[in-house]
């Protein structure tokens, strides 16, 4: 199985502005990479291009909106033509947005899966064919431990990581045909801008610069998926094998929503 080197090309961060993407992007720099980073906010971007360019690293800031299917195309096309090829790609960009107590399946809901799925799928859509005219690409989509089964009071949450593993577990096959090697990120807890809101226990949380190195590992292996804290991923595994009884029993212990 292919796996992608600095001298195949750029990596290219989706969701860098901070939190995971940021983490990466300066840790795959410093292994390397030239690497291109997008996220809406340009001027975190240029933060964190002048904060690589300090440390003799390069990040080049390409900002553009990943719920924009079009947009991302171009985009795309842009930073192949001004940066280099991808050769590694990490899809990372994502958030929670809740909807109000008492409503279900509302803005929220709808906001969350745009984004966190939606914005992967416009990342991949003119990604896949680039790689495949290549003979060979390394792509990396970030769901999480909470794509296991559902929790409540996350459930746009939940749905959208659950989606983004089922639909790289369909592709994977295929994709390996093309050389074309598709990992899942399923992180546990990590210091971000998003965790930083949640109000709940996060047992095992670390450091976004942490999960950065595990991430960066990762990638130089062959597996598929690439979780954190082993502890935190067996547990909610053994979890989604319990019959529904026991596992609404247990999780409801958390607070239904």
Same mark, same amino acid.
């Given at each position: ?78 930073? /192949? ?28 809901? *709808? ?57 790289? /577990? ?6 390996? *045909? ?41 990638? /130089? ?31 409801? *212990?958390?607070?239904?929503?």
């Amino acid at each position: 199985m292919y796996r992608a080197s600095p001298a195949d090309g750029i990596a290219w961060i989706a969701g860098a502005s901070s939190g995971i993407g940021r983490a990466v992007a300066l840790e795959l720099a410093r292994r390397g990479y030239r690497v291109a980073a997008t996220a809406r906010r340009a001027d975190a971007l240029e933060a964190l291009s002048a904060e690589a360019a300090a440390a003799g690293l390069r990040i080049d800031a390409f900002a553009g909106d990943v719920t924009d299917r079009d947009a991302m195309a171009a985009l795309l096309e842009r930073i /192949e033509r001004e940066a280099g090829p991808v050769a590694l790609a990490m899809l990372n960009a994502g958030n929670f947005y809740r909807d109000p107590e008492g409503v279900w399946g509302g803005d929220g809901f *709808r906001r969350t899966m745009a984004l966190n799925f939606d914005g992967v799928l416009n990342g991949l859509e003119p990604l896949i064919p680039r790689m495949k005219g290549r003979g060979r690409g390394q792509i990396a989509v970030v769901a999480s431990v909470a794509g296991y089964g559902g929790l409540p009071g996350a459930a746009a949450y939940c749905a959208s990581k659950a989606a983004l593993i089922a639909a790289c /577990e369909s592709m994977h096959p295929q994709l390996a *045909r093309d050389a074309i090697h598709l990992q899942v990120i399923c992180p546990g807890f990590v210091r971000t801008p998003l965790t930083e809101k949640n109000k709940t226990p996060m047992p095992f949380i670390m450091p976004a610069e942490e999960a950065a190195r595990r991430i960066c590992a990762g990638f /130089e292996r062959n597996g598929f998926e690439i979780a954190f804290p082993r502890r935190l991923v067996w547990l909610l595994k053994a979890l989604n094998m319990l019959p529904y009884p026991a596992y609404f029993w247990i999780v409801g *212990r958390r607070g239904a929503r």
